[in-house]
């Protein structure tokens, strides 16, 4: 492992740490030349499978790919990096499930879909517009009405009013008089 400020080979490891999923390892090194820290993060390799696009070409599993279109999803909205590696870790960890040597892209797209629907609706209209290639206005404005559709039929029902008996004040229920 060459150090990133020096590019010198060597160095040690100072503290390791398993992450909270326990799927990686996180370590501290410290250089030997010019002395300085860097964190690496150690992963289990796995074959990766082959993603199957709408044209039928095929290419290699790509982690680094997910992250991305989540990234440019979530630009400018309050969703952490944090929360974008979790998202791509439970992606992964589906498609590795699977455990086929072919995973459709339509698979892994409608992953993605379903965590950014539940989490960031702004974010989800994002990528459904790059990820669904809406032809036109329509389509897009189909997609946003069943996403409000979804989101009213979701929504909790408005609190019901609690109606003073004849003759009971709000200081004597313990409230403010206004």
């Known amino acids: 492992m060459r150090c990133p400020y020096c590019r010198h080979r060597g160095n040690r490891v100072v503290d390791s740490r398993l992450s909270g999923d326990g799927a990686t390892i996180r370590r501290r090194r ?9 964190t ?7 074959s990766a499978p082959m993603v199957v696009k709408k044209d039928n070409r095929r290419e290699p599993f790509d982690r ?13 909205r309050p969703v952490s990096m944090e929360t974008i590696e979790q998202i791509t870790d439970r992606i992964e960890a589906a498609v ?19 965590e950014l629907h539940s989490m ?18 329509d389509e897009f404005m189909h997609e946003l009405e069943d ?3 979804l989101r ?13 008996k004849k003759g009971e004040h709000a200081s004597r229920r313990g409230e403010p008089a206004s």
């Open 152 to 164: 009213k039929e979701a929504a909790p029902a408005p609190p019901v009013p609690v109606r003073e």
């Open 30 to 38: 410290m250089c030997s030349s010019c002395k300085r820290r860097f």
């Open 40 to 46: 690496t993060y150690e992963r289990v390799e796995e």
């Open 147 to 149: 996403l409000i559709r």
């Open 120 to 137: 960031d609706q702004v974010a989800y209209v994002r990528f459904a517009s790059v990820y669904r290639s809406f032809k036109d206005i």
């Open 64 to 76: 680094a790919k997910i992250v991305s279109g989540l990234k440019k999803a979530c630009e400018k």
């Open 96 to 114: 590795a499930e699977q455990g086929g040597r072919e995973v459709p892209s339509s698979v892994i797209g409608g992953a993605i879909m379903n």
